[in-house]
């Protein structure tokens, strides 16, 4: 009797993959897998970096060990797969189960500088694939060039070009094709208007019209292009925001208003889609170009590098918790 494989199960909102595997040199009395495994769990860092863990976790055949060895590969991401076996926790090296490797893929706008370059690096450091893009080819050279250079990462597409482009955004989906799967866009590339920052009174609304098509339609016009790929996968859209949209600060009415309309575009994707997890993320104030052209003139070293950020959001993709509004600084603070 060969052992059961692929039991798909949804845990805390997520797919889980499920094979079960054996050994008859581990258990020689037994040789099929009989265990029942019913729900997924999270490792601590110190058990995933062991790599090899035992937990009593469902029912087994009366008389058979109910401890159960458990792999967990890709605990990082969004979707997750574990590998249930019968075996003592430290089978024989030659006998452990190869580590099923699930690339994850990104696709992260502006991601040629900034924090959106903070996040691709974090991302490739753990193995991800990434496509960004940017309207600067040099800085997004320069960026391509450092995020291949990572040992271990994993595939990296630099594309130039606008978001607010129809044709730039439909190579990003060719790209996203090519890569087979989509497990997180983050719709970070934004402008922020003029600058100096007018006031409403002189606010030029063909800038206003430029702000909205690249912070608030592109965003919405690569959800719709990406959308299939990430019910797939049961991934996550991040829409980074800023204070500006919930507060009234003079001289931020364009760029303002062009985050609450992506907070509120956020909101209402959450409520269409409870298979995706949606989060509308303040990273803060940065030591960014954009910030900087928010202050022209001013000096600006005190505010955070963007990778001293990247933190906060990581560990809300790991934790996924529901759809919803988080700032950088809760999470870092909550951080323990």
């Not at 452990?96 to 690096?121: C, D």
């Not at 866009?185 to 920052?197: E, F, Q």
């Not at 760029?255 to 803060?284: C, R, T």
């Not at 600006?300 to 509004?325: C, K, M, Q, W, Y």
């Amino acid at each position: 009797m060969s052992p059961p494989r692929g039991h798909p199960l949804t845990a805390d909102g997520e797919h889980v993959a499920i094979t079960c595997l054996s050994s008859s040199r581990w258990h020689p009395n037994h040789d099929t897998c009989s265990v029942l495994c019913t729900t997924a769990w999270e490792l601590s860092d110190d058990q995933r970096h062991a790599g090899w863990n035992r937990f009593v976790q469902a029912a087994a055949p009366v008389g058979y060990d109910p401890a159960i060895g458990v792999e967990k590969t890709n605990v990082g991401g969004i979707n997750k797969v574990i590998t249930c076996f019968n075996g003592p926790s430290e089978p024989p090296e030659a006998e452990r189960p190869m580590e099923r490797i699930i690339m994850q893929a990104a696709l992260i706008t502006g991601g040629s500088r900034g924090f959106g370059l903070a996040l691709a690096t974090n991302l490739v450091n753990d193995g991800w694939n990434v496509v960004i893009d940017g309207r600067d080819r040099v800085a997004l050279d320069n960026a391509v060039s450092r995020l291949r250079a990572t040992p271990g990462g994993g595939v990296v597409r630099g594309i130039t070009g606008d978001v607010a482009d129809p044709r730039h955004r439909a190579t990003l989906v060719e790209a996203v094709a090519e890569l087979g799967r989509l497990d997180l866009l983050v719709n970070n590339a934004s402008v922020l208007g003029p600058s100096p920052l007018p006031s409403l009174a002189d606010y030029p609304l063909d800038e206003f019209e430029q702000v909205l098509a690249v912070n608030v339609i592109a965003p919405l016009a690569l959800l719709q292009a990406t959308l299939h790929f990430l019910r797939d996968q049961n991934g996550t859209v991040v829409d980074i925001t800023s204070d500006a949209g919930v507060e009234g600060y003079a001289g931020w009415g364009g760029y303002g208003a062009s985050k609450a309309a992506l907070e509120q575009l956020s909101n209402v994707l959450a409520a269409e889609e409870p298979n995706v997890h949606v989060y509308w993320f303040d990273p803060g104030d940065m030591r960014t170009a954009m910030h900087q052209a928010a202050f022209p003139g001013e000096d600006i070293s005190d505010r955070p590098l963007p990778e001293t950020v990247v933190p906060a959001l990581r560990r809300l993709l790991r934790e996924a918790p529901p759809s919803g509004r988080f700032r950088a600084a809760e999470l870092m603070v909550a951080e323990p």
